[in-house]
């Protein structure tokens, strides 16, 4: 009634989740923050979260998540944005995840969104690696394109550098144009990396290259056999 969001612990402790007036509105779409943060609340490994709208470097808003973890081992964030999808609609899924120590608070003890830090997405947790081939390389020119970053690593996630459903549909048109494939979205969301998607792409090149050998062997027998 009072429109705050709080969830109780198995021991009985209500535990504080926002607003749930937050509401804002993202590329046509009104979206209540505090919606999101509750069911990232209810992940297992999640013991805090809070969701903000922040520019790309492109000056594009997006959704992202700050996320405390229920323990010290490293968050995994594909995990989340996963179980996201399971629940809510894609204009509703963050495109960042960042984790956290813990909550920035004010000094009455709420949320300080104004002390969030900036998400840090310039380089990959895995260290920044170049292209190793010519598709690498395409690919990693069309993300910095489209995700308007000056360099990508090849193991860098397209959704944690920024990309959300829209930026995901524009980029698999160019990959269809680039490598004159018919790719569905869905290959991105699960091959979202540079080097995952590369391979995949090749792989898919590879067995259309034998199998137009293969229609164009048994042509030629036909003609004969004419």
């Known amino acids: 009634r009072t429109g705050d969001l709080a969830r109780y612990q198995e021991d009985g402790t209500l535990v504080y989740l926002g607003r749930m007036d937050q509401q804002v509105k993202l590329r046509g779409f009104r979206i209540e923050l505090g919606e999101i943060e509750a069911i990232l609340g209810q992940h297992p490994t999640v013991r805090q979260a809070v969701v903000t709208i922040r520019a790309n470097p492109t000056g594009e808003p997006r959704l992202v998540a700050y996320v405390v973890s229920q323990s010290d081992d490293r968050m995994d964030t594909r995990e989340l944005h996963a179980a996201l999808q399971e629940t809510l609609p894609d204009y509703m899924i963050p495109s960042i995840f960042v984790p956290l120590e813990a909550v920035p608070l004010t000094p009455n003890g709420k949320v300080d969104r104004n002390a969030l830090p900036e998400p ?96 164009t062997a048994i042509g030629s027998r036909t003609e004969i056999e004419l």
Request: aromatic share 6%.
């Open 120 to 215: 840090d997405v310039s380089i990959s947790n895995r260290g920044f690696v170049l292209p190793r081939n010519a598709t690498e390389g395409q690919l990693a020119h069309l993300w910095s394109e489209i995700l308007g970053l000056e360099k990508v690593s090849i193991h860098d996630n397209f959704f944690e550098l920024g990309g959300h459903s829209l930026l995901a549909t524009r980029l698999i048109s160019r990959l269809s144009e680039t490598f004159e494939l018919e790719l569905p979205l869905r290959s991105l969301f699960e091959k979202p990396t540079i080097a995952d998607l590369a391979e995949h792409i090749e792989t898919l090149q590879l067995v259309l290259t034998q199998a137009s050998r293969s229609t």
